[in-house]
């Protein structure tokens, strides 16, 4: 399989991956400060304590109020660039291809301390660094993956040996 297409693969497993594990650990807010940090407007949430959504409508509705798309994206782009790193090793050698891969590694991981999958996935690392970017707009995150991994694409696709083999040294007969 060509380099693109492993890329293109391992971006729609880490796209759908995400969204599945978006799906997946999904928890009905039970307070009205809690349906409002997933995006839900206060009239949503009765006075019984739940929202006017079934689970599956109420994903939905925070996935696109929070803007998940984003996370997706960004995911899905460090996931298929690290593929394409991977893809390449050979050709670009080991440190380039341990450079690209772990760069792409941690731009994943910097989508997913803004996305609200950060809460369910506190890990120590994960939380110091979600602290760190908070506030950061998911656009903002994705555009910098984007960016980054247009460049390290474009690096790894032109990388070639640039020094030419030197000939043979003349042994002097005798």
């Known amino acids: ?19 599945g594990l978006s799906y997946l650990l999904f928890e009905m807010p039970q307070s009205a400060t809690a349906a409002e940090d997933c995006g839900f407007l206060p009239d949503e949430f009765v006075s019984a304590g739940q929202l006017t959504y079934e689970r599956g409508q109420a994903w939905w509705i925070s996935f696109r109020r929070k803007e998940e ?4 994206l960004s995911v899905a782009t460090a996931f298929g660039f690290i593929g394409f790193a991977l893809a390449t090793g050979r050709r670009n050698g080991a440190g380039a291809t341990t450079g690209a891969a772990l760069g792409g590694g941690v731009l994943a991981v910097s ?9 369910v996935l506190s890990v120590v690392g994960l939380g110091l660094a979600g602290s760190l ?42």
């Open 1 to 19: 399989m060509s380099p693109r297409g492993i890329a293109l693969v391992l971006a729609l497993v880490g796209g759908l991956g995400y969204l």
């Open 69 to 72: 798309i984003f996370s997706v």
């Open 111 to 119: 989508a997913l301390c803004v996305s609200c999958l950060a809460p």
């Open 133 to 174: 970017l908070a506030g950061v707009p998911k656009w903002l995150i994705f555009l910098n993956t984007l960016l980054l991994t247009g460049w390290g694409t474009l690096y790894l696709s032109g990388r070639r040996k640039t020094a030419c083999e030197l000939p043979a040294p003349r042994v002097a007969k005798a």
